[in-house]
Structure formats: structure tokens, C-alpha cells
T-cell receptor
Framework: NAGVTQTPKFQVLKTGQSMTLQCAQD?????MYWYRQDPGMGLRLIYY???????DKGEVPNGYNVSRLNKREFSLRLESAAPSQTSVYFC????????????FGPGTRLTVT | AQSVTQPDIHITVSEGASLELRCNYS??????LFWYVQSPGQGLQLLLK??????LVQGIKGFEAEFKRSQSSFNLRKPSVHWSDAAEYFC?????????????FGTGTRLKVLA
């Protein structure tokens, strides 16, 4: 039981390049989330997904797209990276039902030059 | 709009001293509240949570938090801090989103522990 896994752990992009951050969970959770963490700003929600095939915008969705193709995986895509997207990205999942606890992945540190 | 405020950006305490980290929330209904800890370069680990019932909740690593509805607060406490508690601490509230719950985090409090 690996919990929530994220790939890659580190990435450096040039402005304008695209990439996809991968997230997978093996806990059979319905809900999944993408956050970005910047110094002094805590975690901000980018997108979330209540179930397979559904996605919704969070607090800071501009410049990102997501895909929830199946229950396990929730990917985050940067189509044209900008220096403002330099951040640490965390994926999380939540148990179904009345336990509102989230489980977090280890994060991806992205630098856009 | 819902929000979470952690008024202290940095806190420094001596090892063995008591600790209180403040968290205030703005939310109309009964909130679901959380405290997470993040060690440098690591992900977030849940310390404790409050959904309902007893307003004093116990967590891991000797932490506790008290929910005070009248003050819209959920402060984290520890009676005696250890050097290994040095980390960043985040308060969060869950609220209803589209088909599930989504979470709002505070900006964090970085704890430094003096030997």
C-alpha cells in the first residue's frame, strides 16, 4: 500500500514548455486534489475531482488543466509553463464518506526558468 | 468567503517549553478543522482533526487542539516541545465543494526550537 505517489519529484522547465505531473493513489479514494505551495502562502487548491470523470476548479486554476481518467490517477498539466508556476505541487486524496481526512503525496518541486 | 488565518508566521520556543499555535477560521456552518505538520522537504502529515463532539481533541506526537466556536478558533497546543517538533504547521478547514469537500489552508506557522 503505497498511499499517494507523485512523479516526478523534481523538474526544471523552460518558459513555454509543457509537462504533466502524475498522481496516483491505491486507497480506493473517490476524491483527489492538486495544490501548489508557495512560501508564505500555504497550500492553494488548483483543481479537485469528486470522482472519476469529474473535475472542478479550485482557487488558482489558471494556466493548468487536469485529467481524471480513472479512479486511481489524477494528472495536472501545464500547457505553457511560466516562471510564476515555479512551486511545489502536492496531490492529495480523500476517503469516501464522513472521514474528511486528506492523504498527501510527497510533492513535486517544479522550477520554470 | 471561507478563510483560515494563522496570525503568527514564525514562533521560536525553547525545548521543554509549552507551545500554542493560533488558528482562526471564518465559516458559517460547523467547520471540519485540521492541523497538519510539514517537516522540511516533506509532505504534510495530519496531526489531529475536529469534526464534532468533544471540543478538545488529541492528536499524534503529544499535540492537542481546542475548538472554540465563540472565538472561531482552533489553537494547537503542546505542553513540552521537543527539538524534533521544529517544522511548519498548517491549519485547514473543509467546506463543501462540487460533489465532495474542498479544503482551505492557512499560510502556516514556522516553529523553531532552541536547544
Amino acid at each position: 500500500n503505497a498511499g499517494v505517489t507523485q512523479t516526478p519529484k523534481f523538474q526544471v522547465l523552460k518558459t513555454g514548455q509543457s509537462m504533466t505531473l502524475q498522481c496516483a493513489q491505491d486507497m480506493n479514494h473517490n476524491s483527489m486534489y492538486w495544490y501548489r505551495q508557495d512560501p508564505g502562502m500555504g497550500l492553494r487548491l488548483i483543481y479537485y475531482s469528486a470522482s472519476e470523470g469529474t473535475t472542478d476548479k479550485g482557487e488558482v486554476p489558471n494556466g493548468y488543466n487536469v485529467s481524471r481518467l480513472n479512479k486511481r490517477e489524477f494528472s495536472l498539466r501545464l500547457e505553457s509553463a511560466a516562471p510564476s508556476q515555479t512551486s511545489v505541487y502536492f496531490c492529495a486524496s480523500r476517503e469516501t464518506g464522513s472521514n474528511y481526512e486528506q492523504y498527501f503525496g510527497p510533492g513535486t518541486r517544479l522550477t520554470v526558468t | 468567503a471561507q478563510s483560515v488565518t494563522q496570525p503568527d508566521i514564525h514562533i521560536t520556543v525553547s525545548e521543554g517549553a509549552s507551545l500554542e499555535l493560533r488558528c482562526n477560521y471564518s465559516y458559517g456552518a460547523t467547520p471540519y478543522l485540521f492541523w497538519y505538520v510539514q517537516s522540511p522537504g516533506q509532505g504534510l502529515q495530519l496531526l489531529l482533526k475536529y469534526f464534532s463532539g468533544d471540543t478538545l481533541v488529541q492528536g499524534i506526537k503529544g499535540f492537542e487542539a481546542e475548538f472554540k466556536r465563540s472565538q472561531s478558533s482552533f489553537n494547537l497546543r503542546k505542553p513540552s516541545v521537543h527539538w524534533s517538533d521544529a517544522a511548519e504547521y498548517f491549519c485547514a478547514v473543509a467546506n463543501k465543494g462540487s460533489g465532495t469537500y474542498k479544503y482551505i489552508f492557512g499560510t502556516g506557522t514556522r516553529l523553531k526550537v532552541l536547544a
